[in-house]
Nanobody, 116 residues
Framework: QVQLVESGGGLVQAGGSLRLSCAAS?????????MGWYRHAPGKQRELVAV???????NYADSVKGRFSISRDNAQKTVFLQMNSLKSEDTAVYYC?????????WGQGTQVTVSS
C-alpha cells in the first residue's frame, strides 16, 4: 500500500510562487509509478494539473503551461510541483496521485489559496 503525503501549500499573493511536494512511502518501487498532480476548486470538478510518467515524460493542463513545472526525485520518492505566476483561479486543494497499471493511490491534499 502506497501512502502519499502532500506539503507546501499555503496562502500566496497573485504573481507569487509555491512549491508543492508529495512524499511516498510504503513502496520500494516508486520509480515505476506515473505521478500526477490534480486540483479541486469549490464548485468545480477535479482536474488534472500535471503528470510525469515513470520515464520522465511530462504533460500539463493548458491553464498552467508555462507557469507550473512537475518533477520527481526517485531516490527521495518525491514528486514536486513548482508553481509560478500564480493566479486567483489556481486556488484549490491540490492532490497527488500515484498510478501503476490499475493501481491508484491518492494523498490527502494540500490547500493552495491565491489572493488577488
Amino acid at each position: 500500500q502506497v501512502q502519499l503525503v502532500e506539503s507546501g501549500g499555503g496562502l500566496v499573493q497573485a504573481g507569487g510562487s509555491l512549491r508543492l511536494s508529495c512524499a511516498a512511502s510504503g513502496t520500494s518501487s516508486f520509480s515505476i509509478y506515473d505521478m500526477g498532480w490534480y486540483r479541486h476548486a469549490p464548485g468545480k470538478q477535479r482536474e488534472l494539473v500535471a503528470v510525469i510518467t515513470s520515464g520522465g515524460t511530462t504533460n500539463y493542463a493548458d491553464s498552467v503551461k508555462g507557469r507550473f513545472s512537475i518533477s520527481r526525485d526517485n531516490a527521495q520518492k518525491t514528486v514536486f510541483l513548482q508553481m509560478n505566476s500564480l493566479k486567483s483561479e489556481d486556488t484549490a486543494v491540490y492532490y497527488c496521485k500515484a498510478r501503476f497499471i490499475t493501481r491508484e493511490y491518492w494523498g490527502q491534499g494540500t490547500q493552495v489559496t491565491v489572493s488577488s
